[in-house]
């Protein structure tokens, strides 16, 4: 297929598909309704690029005024989204919502696989090469607890999972994986666990070898799209393009939909293209459920990004700057440089029209792009929505992980390995996925409390400490990078 095929950005005069001016015109959408004079603001950004992580801020902050005005942002942001955004097949444009009515091009077949381990019977995580389970895992959890890693909502979760082992089988449920072959893809803990899964990922051989290796040695019952027509083993047949199958992912999928499907999005990508696959993975889901399925979006959330947070979270990270054996060195680095070092994590309250307070917690990275802040924001958007109309949704803040692309990136790897010193927790794709995959399990079977829906997108977070360190998480980056330089940069030195 050309590249002018699937979930695209729209052409401009020129026939070039920029994506900046769409992301600008979709974040303006959503405040348009509730606030019109921040919403004609963005649309008079000169500098999208520049501007966007402030405007992000506000937005968050106007989010806090109530949960009607939280809701009416995120089906605007939404509605915007799908509308400038559309399906684009032999030069028609279809509107995302009526997806159902593209005919599929081709159909896949399925590859199903038996997995011959043995189901586990307990939760479990492996961390620093000890394998936890019962009093042992929960005393790290608590351990995370009391050094603000998890919140404690999140222990209190995965302790009610720990209970309940009979409900890592999912038992009447199928899991969707879009992103299978993701190193922190729930795939491998799935498997473990004895769920039944459908696996979407791209067609590449050799990431098809690594889930079909994990779905045979798993106690699973996996489920793999095959391209019509392809030859060779099934690794070399398997897999499907998000972004431009839609209309054949979704007949697929239907015929799974006989029983109540999760659709777990874990897909990343770069730039324009996340925004792209977090939409074609909506449009699915939204598809699925006006089809008469029973879907269950989910997703996992970064901790870099803006939040509004419980009270408790705020007084935590106050205490923990007051009690700082090296506050006297800190306040006087604050105060020469202009609030740009060792800056308080929180400097406001804010309060709900329901009298519900709240901090906001700011980690967005400039750097990652609008583009990744607005695919993160279209999952929250769609977790919002959905709740708000009584179907079940699960997103759960996932902590910083050790993947390749991390540790290839020497600066990225020296501010992980310094983040300790900072009071941050960087976990590995084993641990990471398993806490992540229990946090799910808990969510399809206990009822999320009545709050507002941005305190429901942070409870139960598994944030590596961003919430609750003492300082702007941001203003410490340069003394976490100089600190872990050592050891981002060891593995080159080579002495002769």
């Known amino acids: 297929m050309s590249g ?27 405040v348009r309704g509730v606030d019109p004079d921040l919403a004609a603001r963005i649309d008079a950004s000169p500098a999208w690029r520049k501007d966007y992580a402030q405007f992000v801020h506000e937005i968050t902050t106007l989010c806090s005024t109530s949960r009607e005005n939280a809701i009416a942002i995120a089906e605007a942001g939404l509605a915007s989204a799908r509308s400038r955004i559309g399906f684009e097949r032999d030069g028609e444009v279809t509107d995302l919502d009526s997806l159902s009515t593209v005919q599929p091009a081709f159909e896949f077949t399925t590859e199903t696989i038996v997995g011959a381990g043995e189901a586990a019977t307990e939760l479990e995580i492996t961390h620093d090469g000890k394998t936890l389970s019962g009093d042992a895992l929960r005393r790290k959890l608590g351990d995370w607890v009391h050094r603000g890693i998890i919140e404690p909502s999140a222990a209190s979760a995965l302790n009610t999972v720990i209970d309940n082992p009979d409900w890592l089988r999912l038992e009447g449920r199928r899991v969707v994986v879009l992103g299978a072959g993701a190193q922190t893809s729930p795939l491998p ?11 979407v990922d791209l067609p590449r051989k050799e990431l098809w070898e690594r889930v079909i290796t994990t779905a045979n040695d798993g106690a699973s019952k996996v489920h793999i799209p095959l391209q019509p027509g392809a030859k060779g083993s099934v690794a070399a047949r398997a897999g499907a393009n998000v972004i431009q199958d839609v209309p054949e992912l979704l007949r697929w999928l239907d015929g799974f939909a006989d029983t109540p499907l999760i659709l ?86 804010l309060t709900s029209s329901d009298g519900e307070e709240m901090g906001i917690v700011d980690a967005i990275v400039q750097q990652q792009g609008p583009n990744y802040s607005l695919a993160k924001r279209l999952q929250r958007w769609r977790t919002e929505a959905s709740w708000s109309h009584g179907q079940a949704a699960s997103f759960n803040v996932a902590p910083p992980t050790w993947t390749t692309s991390v540790t290839k990136n020497k600066v990225l790897a020296a501010g992980y390995y310094g983040a300790r010193s900072a009071g941050l927790e960087v976990f590995s794709p084993e641990t990471m996925s398993v806490l992540m995959t229990a946090l799910l399990v808990h969510d399809l079977n206990v009822a999320a409390p009545d709050e507002h829906p941005e305190l429901g997108l942070t409870r139960a977070g598994i944030h590596g400490g961003y919430w609750r360190v003492p300082h702007d998480i941001r203003t410490t980056l340069l003394y976490t990078g100089i600190v872990g330089i050592p050891q981002a940069y060891a593995p080159d030195i080579r002495f002769r």
């Not at 979930?7 to 959503?30: C, H, M, Y």
């Not at 803990?189 to 696996?199: F, I, M, N, P, Y």
Request: hydrophobic share 40%.
């Open 189 to 199: 803990t799935l498997c473990s666990w004895g769920a039944e899964v459908v696996a």
């Open 4 to 30: 002018d095929v699937g979930v695209l950005f729209p052409q401009d005069e020129s026939g070039k598909r920029g994506s900046l001016e769409t992301n600008r015109a979709i974040w303006a959408d959503s």
């Open 264 to 349: 777990g999005v874990y897909i990343y990508a770069d730039g324009a293209l996340h925004v792209q696959a977090t939409l074609a993975a909506d449009a699915l889901g939204t598809s699925l459920t006006a089809g008469g399925a029973d879907v269950t979006m989910a997703y996992a959330g970064t901790p870099s990004d803006c939040f509004l947070v419980a009270p408790d979270v705020v007084n935590d990270s106050n205490a923990r700057r007051r009690s700082r054996s090296w506050r006297s060195i800190e306040l006087p680095l604050r105060t020469l440089s202009f609030g740009k070092l060792y800056a308080p994590a929180y400097r406001e309250m």
